[in-house]
């Protein structure tokens, strides 16, 4: 069996990855602890200064991951161009122009899903991110594929 598919992306995109990998990570939920504590606070004693502090915290990561996935957008020329994913009983292959890639089914991390993409770890900080938009109708058999090679307890996928 195989799935092929072309992802075209977007900041959007990106920042939906970018969105998902910081709130799962330990920095991403101790900030948003430490910005709800402060407003928590500012309900208890009513200290403005609180309130102002605890909507900062919160609201500041999300707004640096938006800038960010907008600032990687211009500056990775290979997001410029369409990236060409071929699944088979290897691996995924990822390839742009004359440049291919292939990563082996035993060295994927995990498989997880967002609201918009499926998001395929190829290491701790890089995600081959397929935007659900993207699949064409093919999301049932990337997902498939994506369970059948790798083991259960590496895939978090919501159809």
């Known amino acids: 069996m195989e799935v092929e598919f072309d992802v075209h992306m977007t900041s959007k995109m990106l920042y939906d990855y970018m969105l998902y990998h910081m ?6 939920i101790f900030g ?3 910005g709800i504590l402060l407003i928590v606070n500012f309900v208890m004693k009513e200290n403005m200064i609180t309130l102002l502090l605890g909507i900062v915290v919160i609201a500041y990561l999300p707004w640096t991951l938006f800038l960010k996935a907008k600032q990687q957008m211009l500056a ?3 997001f410029k161009e369409p990236l060409h994913y071929k699944m088979t009983d290897e691996g995924v292959s990822v390839s742009q122009g004359d440049s291919v890639e292939m990563q082996t089914w035993d060295t994927m991390l995990k498989a997880v899903s967002t609201r918009g993409s499926i998001l395929l770890y190829t290491s701790k900080g890089k995600a081959s991110i397929f935007p659900r938009k993207d699949l064409q ?3 049932a058999g990337v ?3 994506i ?3 790798m083991p259960p307890n590496k895939v978090k996928i919501r159809a």
């Open 32 to 34: 948003t602890l430490i």
């Open 23 to 28: 709130y799962t990570s330990f920095s991403g």
């Open 76 to 78: 990775t020329p290979a």
């Open 147 to 149: 369970s059948t090679h």
């Open 137 to 139: 109708g093919q999301t």
């Open 143 to 145: 997902i498939e594929m």
